[in-house]
């Protein structure tokens, strides 16, 4: 009913930067918050950012002044603005989508994209 897919990952080298973006598409009516997550090889997968429809944003300590999320709701696209990025950004990244309305009124949770990969790297 609801597909994600991000685009935008690829290599890059310490101190650059890389543009994710994330396309819901579906018969979605809206989507409370959009986020994106990483995991890292041996690692959990975090919280990375998170925006509400309203544009309440959440970061993690780590990415803070240097990450930026933004999401365009008539598109259903969520986007990460990645600067300054450092090696230990290197992860898969992924996007989410949570409490989403259908066009049958009915609310779907916790929605996954497939990943893309974000190396930093010299």
């Known amino acids: 009913q609801v597909h994600l897919v991000e685009s935008g990952g690829g290599l890059v080298q310490p101190g650059g930067s890389l543009r994710l973006s994330c396309a819901a598409s579906?018969?979605?009516?809206?989507?409370?918050?959009m986020g994106w997550y990483r995991q890292a090889p041996g690692k959990q997968r975090e919280l990375v950012a998170a925006i509400t429809s309203g544009g309440s944003t959440n970061y993690a300590d780590s990415v803070k002044g240097r990450f930026t999320i933004s999401r365009d709701n008539a598109k259903n696209t969520v986007y990460l603005q990645m600067n300054s990025l450092k090696p230990e950004d290197t992860a898969v990244y992924y996007c989410?989508?949570?409490?989403?309305?259908?066009?049958?009124?009915?609310?779907?949770?916790?929605?996954w994209g497939q990943g893309t990969q974000v190396t930093v790297t010299s």
């Open positions: 579906g018969s979605i009516f809206s989507i409370n918050a």
């Open positions: 989410n989508a949570d409490r989403i309305i259908i066009a049958t009124m009915a609310l779907l949770y916790d929605y």
